[in-house]
């Protein structure tokens, strides 16, 4: 959403999926006029006027929604389908060293087994009465992606596998260089990018899991600006964390949706929540291709829009 630049691979000891997702300015919706550029250089505005303005602009122009969509946004089963294969299967970058480079080639399917257990680390320009929203949004959040998926995600200083960093851009690397000790896969040195942000990203995820076959998401890092305004702020939360679980593409076929580079939607909606439920269903097991995939998809699917 936001902006997305998904599931990007990377190989060292672990195989990397790279997200920056749903936090950049060149959606599907966004024109060179909401681009940002009628603001002037952001390099040259402090970021979270030029954030504040930004999310103005798009709130203008009947983007960041948080109804979930309704009698605008219809969709079905094939609908469901398309989207699901686009954001499950499929990445739309490449990483190598600090660059991103497009890749349209099919991927197998990632999920967490074991439990998610949440670290959030802030950086010291955060305030506590901000922490406490952020903390309270990331929550109910995952009560609610617990409850979608049925697996355990929490927040937890014990066996920790994922980290959502909310911090300046100054501070970023100190806070990654200290889980780099704990997560070699998210070692700043090894992947320069997660420190060096452009403005146009407002957040980005990673997930990693061993190189042995059909193995599942065993971590996960979250980096989310915290110069950004309520809304974008949300809508990061929301993304980055709901594409850690699995779902790390963006689609123009996914609507009403957060994985769509639109930056329309700022929270999860109802077509995100049976996305989830499919990619968690226990006939999906990680690893699974695509072409292995496809009839199991268009069943699940079937089965929870008649729930509906």
């Given at each position: 959403?936001?902006?997305?630049?998904?599931?990007?691979?990377?190989?060292?000891?672990?195989?990397?999926?790279?997200?920056?997702?749903?936090?950049?300015?060149?959606?599907?919706?966004?024109?060179?006029?909401?681009?940002?550029e009628?603001?002037?250089?952001?390099?040259?505005t402090?970021?979270?006027?030029?954030?504040?303005?930004?999310?103005?602009?798009?709130?203008?122009?009947?983007?960041?929604?948080?109804?979930?969509?309704?009698?605008?946004?219809?969709?079905?089963?094939?609908?469901?389908?398309?989207?699901?294969?686009?954001?499950?299967?499929?990445?739309?970058?490449?990483?190598?060293?600090?660059?991103?480079?497009?890749?349209?080639?099919?991927?197998?399917?990632?999920?967490?087994?074991?439990t998610?257990?949440?670290?959030?680390?802030?950086?010291?320009?955060?305030?506590?009465?901000?922490?406490?929203?952020?903390?309270?949004?990331?929550?109910?959040?995952?009560?609610?992606?617990?409850?979608?998926?049925?697996?355990?995600i929490?927040?937890?200083?014990?066996?920790?596998?994922?980290?959502?960093?909310?911090?300046?851009?100054?501070?970023i690397?100190?806070?990654?260089?200290?889980?780099?000790?704990?997560?070699?896969?998210?070692d700043?040195?090894?992947?320069?990018?997660?420190?060096?942000?452009?403005?146009?990203?407002?957040?980005?995820?990673?997930?990693?899991?061993?190189?042995?076959?059909?193995?599942?998401?065993?971590?996960?890092?979250?980096?989310?600006?915290?110069?950004?305004?309520?809304?974008?702020?949300?809508?990061?939360?929301?993304?980055?964390?709901?594409q850690?679980?699995?779902?790390?593409?963006?689609?123009?076929?996914?609507?009403?949706?957060?994985?769509?580079?639109?930056?329309?939607?700022?929270?999860?909606?109802?077509?995100?929540?049976?996305?989830?439920?499919?990619?968690?269903?226990?006939?999906?097991?990680?690893?699974?291709?695509?072409?292995?995939?496809?009839?199991?998809?268009?069943?699940?699917?079937s089965?929870?829009?008649?729930?509906?």
């Amino acid at each position: 959403m936001l902006k997305s630049i998904n599931r990007i691979r990377a190989i060292f000891s672990l195989v990397i999926f790279l997200l920056l997702s749903s936090c950049g300015d060149n959606g599907g919706f966004l024109n060179k006029k909401m681009s940002g550029e009628e603001f002037g250089d952001p390099q040259e505005t402090k970021l979270g006027k030029y954030y504040s303005r930004l999310e103005e602009r798009k709130i203008s122009l009947s983007l960041l929604r948080q109804d979930g969509g309704g009698a605008d946004t219809p969709f079905d089963v094939d609908d469901i389908v398309e989207a699901f294969e686009q954001l499950a299967f499929y990445n739309e970058y490449d990483i190598d060293k600090n660059k991103l480079l497009p890749n349209s080639n099919a991927v197998s399917l990632a999920k967490w087994k074991t439990t998610a257990n949440i670290s959030v680390r802030f950086g010291g320009s955060v305030d506590e009465k901000q922490k406490d929203k952020d903390l309270k949004e990331i929550n109910s959040l995952i009560s609610n992606l617990s409850k979608i998926t049925n697996h355990k995600i929490k927040i937890s200083q014990q066996n920790v596998n994922m980290y959502v960093v909310v911090a300046k851009q100054k501070e970023i690397k100190d806070l990654i260089s200290e889980i780099g000790l704990k997560r070699p896969e998210f070692d700043p040195n090894r992947i320069p990018i997660i420190t060096l942000l452009p403005k146009d990203i407002h957040c980005m995820a990673m997930t990693s899991m061993s190189s042995e076959p059909n193995s599942a998401i065993s971590s996960a890092l979250v980096i989310i600006r915290s110069e950004l305004p309520t809304i974008m702020r949300k809508a990061c939360i929301h993304e980055e964390i709901a594409q850690s679980l699995g779902l790390t593409n963006d689609s123009h076929f996914a609507r009403p949706s957060i994985f769509n580079d639109d930056d329309e939607f700022a929270t999860l909606t109802k077509f995100d929540e049976i996305l989830l439920q499919i990619l968690y269903d226990n006939r999906l097991y990680p690893g699974i291709s695509e072409k292995e995939a496809s009839q199991l998809v268009r069943q699940i699917a079937s089965e929870i829009n008649i729930a509906l």
